[in-house]
């Protein structure tokens, strides 16, 4: 269960990282509130799976998720560069957090 919760939560600060693009520099209202909800709750859900995940590998894979989450939605809704470099690195991060997950016992 607390994989599932990691992640969620992961998924969670994937929308909180969009909401804080559309809010323009904490411009706009909606998105900001959003941006800010999200992260609490993305906290709040990854506090939860460390209850039962060691804190080194939650916060890595938290982070890792989040960080490809984010990337590839960069690439597909903001025109962000798919340079090759780009997509190594983000097979780095999806190779080293399935590293950690095999390797947590």
Partial sequence: MAWLILV?????????ALALKYADGWTRFWPSVIGIAAALGSVFLLTLAMKQLPAGTAYAIWTGIGSVGITVLGIMLFGDSP???RLLCIAMIVGGVAGLKLLEA
């Fill in 8 to 16: 969620a939560a992961s998924a969670v600060e994937i929308v909180m």
């Fill in 83 to 85: 340079s090759a470099a």
